[in-house]
Structures are given as structure tokens and as C-alpha cells.
């Protein structure tokens, strides 16, 4: 919350000015920003801080899992975002996707969802590392605050400080994330729309999982993007071409890619756009690509590649409890499968 709080007042006027949405012919919320400038800002980011690889190792481990959810809306009601992360920790799954549309367009609620992943944070650090108290005889044994520990991984006998630690919660962007110049909310808690994650599962030879977030807030990747894409920025060229093998390929998008009924949007990738990213998703290999936006369950099989598109968590779209997350069960003997999980919060409970 105390880092938002200094554009707080700038983008709430910002709001009123701009209070009137702009909605497109088919009746999809358009973005504020554009999203050539989101990927060159996140493109800037990605070079300046390349050295901070993103990684999680599994090897020692026979399975893995990582649970997927869409299109949260978060506005003051935090309770099927809450109910994601407990889920995620309960079941101890490697990360947690979201889809995109994780808040609505008022700046307060960021200030809201970053006091709520600060919170789930520190669950995470106690959780998984063993925390050491700072304080000396004049200190009380223990401490309201997080920042007041030094956090031990016990696998790696590493100590980090809480600033140190993130929580494995990975989101691609969204229209209603960016509306109302929402990108700037948006990129200070997350900093880049589009980005990449491994997970090492074997060190003999070095193979891993590939998690792929791409920037489809705009219904469009842009020509940026594109051009990223064609040098490799995503493709893992850099660990391949020094003899690791990747295995899984996961792509992640908020823009659906296909329709799921005569009574939903179609996607708004230009026709060039969406043969480009299916030859795309076929070039890496993609094992599964997910999709939120349109708030309808779909699932799709074109090649190799299986599309799953999920419906809204949101508890004012889909007030009733219902399967609305997908958990996806990744083995060391190179089996992959996915269930739906259920959600059972409703408003006011």
C-alpha cells in the first residue's frame, strides 16, 4: 500500500477526468494505454534486470502443481482472490497464474490488492522458510511485521529478507487493469506485461518447464511484441542453445483465442495476429495455452496444443461457488494432466 500511495491522488484525478469509458463497437472496456508502450516499458524493465532470473527447482521432487485463475475484478470485496492464494498455499502448488482483469479501474483498489499479496507474502515466507527474529533482549519474541525477519530456505542454507522473497504469484494483464491509465497501478506492483519463468525439473541433463506471459490486454500483441517474439525474446534461445532441454511449455494470455459459443466475444486478434500466434505456440512446442477475458469455460485442441479458457472468479460475475480455477498436475516422468477446482466463497459469507 505505502507505494501506491504516492500516485494515489495524481490517477484518482486522473479518473475523474477520464470518467467517461471508452467502449468499442463489440462492447469490450478499451485500455487507456497502448500496447506498444506497455511492452517497450516492459521490455526496458526485462534488460535491466535480466540477472534476476525467475526460476523455481523442482528437480528433487516427483511432481509439481500450479493452479490458474481469470478475471478476479477485485474491487472491495477481496474474497475469491483470497480464497485463490488460500488455495494455492493450502495445497502447497508451485505458483499461482492469473489471467488478467485482476482488479477493476479505480486506483484504491490496487492500493486493496497490494496490501492483500503483501499479507499472503508473509503466510508464503513463514510457510516455506524458517524465520529468524532480528530483534535483541529489548524486543519482544516476536513481531507484527514482516521486515522484522530474516527468512532461512533450510534446502539451500540461504537467508534472505522479506523484500528478498516473492510471492509465486504470476499475472498477465488485463483491459480493465489498463483502463482509466491503470498500466501505471498495475506495472508498480508487477512491472512487466509480458515475461517468462522456469521451473528446473531434471539437472542430468538441465531440463525445464517454460511459463510464457504475454500482453494481450489490448486484444492485440502489437508490432513491439511481435518483433520480440521473432528475436526470441520468450523462446528460452539462450538455455536451449546451451544444451538444456526444455520439456512443458505453458503460455498464458488474457485475450481469448477462440470463441467458446455463438453468445460470446470472439477474440480481437487481428487474423494475421492469430495465425501468428498459433504458428507460434507451435514453434514452442506449447503444451497448454490459457486464456480468460470472455468469462466462459472452453476448451479447445488445434495440433499439439490445448486451449483452456476459464470463467470469471469474480464473485459479482459468477456469485455462486464453482469450479473456477484449474490446477494443473506436472510429473517427473514427463506426464501432464488438470482438474477444475472448486471455489466457495459468495458474497457476504
Request: net charge negative; hydrophobic share 35%; charged share 25%.
Amino acid at each position: 500500500m505505502k507505494k501506491l500511495y504516492t500516485i494515489l491522488v495524481v490517477l484518482s484525478a486522473i479518473v475523474v477526468l477520464t470518467s467517461c469509458e471508452k467502449v468499442s463497437p463489440i462492447g469490450v472496456l478499451v485500455s487507456g494505454t497502448g500496447v506498444e508502450d506497455r511492452v517497450k516499458m516492459s521490455h526496458l524493465y526485462f534488460l535491466e534486470h535480466k540477472l534476476d532470473i525467475k526460476y523455481h527447482d523442482v528437480s528433487d521432487q516427483d511432481e509439481y502443481t500450479f493452479l490458474v485463475g481469470a478475471d478476479s475484478h477485485l474491487t472491495t470485496d477481496v474474497g475469491r482472490l483470497q480464497e485463490m492464494l488460500d488455495i494455492g498455499l493450502d495445497n502447497d502448488d508451485l505458483l499461482y497464474a492469473h489471467l488478467g482483469d485482476i482488479a477493476d479501474t479505480k486506483p484504491e483498489y490496487y492500493v486493496t490488492l497490494e496490501d492483500l499479496l503483501d499479507d499472503y507474502k508473509w503466510k508464503y515466507a513463514k510457510k516455506n522458510f524458517k524465520p529468524r527474529f532480528l530483534g535483541g533482549e529489548n524486543y519482544p519474541n516476536e513481531v507484527d511485521d514482516p521486515n522484522f525477519y530474516f527468512y532461512l530456505d533450510t534446502t539451500r542454507n540461504v537467508e534472505y529478507t522479506f523484500d528478498e522473497i516473492r510471492l509465486p504469484f504470476y499475472p498477465v494483464v488485463g483491459n480493465h487493469d489498463i483502463t482509466h491509465n491503470g498500466w501505471a497501478l498495475w506495472s508498480n506492483i508487477f512491472h512487466s506485461s509480458f515475461y517468462d519463468v522456469y521451473v528446473i525439473v531434471d539437472n542430468e541433463p538441465l531440463t525445464f518447464d517454460h511459463f510464457i506471459f504475454i500482453d494481450t490486454a489490448n486484444g492485440t500483441l502489437g508490432e513491439e511484441q511481435v518483433k520480440l517474439i521473432e528475436q526470441g525474446v520468450l523462446n528460452g534461445k539462450n538455455y536451449t542453445e546451451n544444451g538444456y532441454l526444455c520439456r512443458f511449455t505453458f503460455v498464458f494470455s488474457h485475450t481469448n483465442i477462440f470463441r467458446p459459443s455463438s453468445l460470446q466475444f470472439a477474440s480481437t486478434f487481428a487474423r494475421e495476429e492469430t495465425f501468428f500466434l498459433l504458428e507460434q505456440f507451435r514453434k514452442w512446442d506449447t503444451d497448454i495455452v490459457f486464456c480468460g477475458h470472455v468469462h466462459k469455460w472452453d476448451e479447445q485442441e488445434v495440433g499439439i496444443t490445448h486451449y483452456i479458457t476459464l470463467d470469471s472468479m469474480s464473485e459479482r460475475n459468477n456469485p455462486k461457488p464453482g469450479d473456477y480455477l484449474v490446477r494443473v498436475h506436472v510429473r517427473k516422468d514427463g506426464t501432464l494432466s488438470w482438474e477444475r477446482v472448486h471455489m466457495n466463497y459468495t458474497p457476504g459469507s
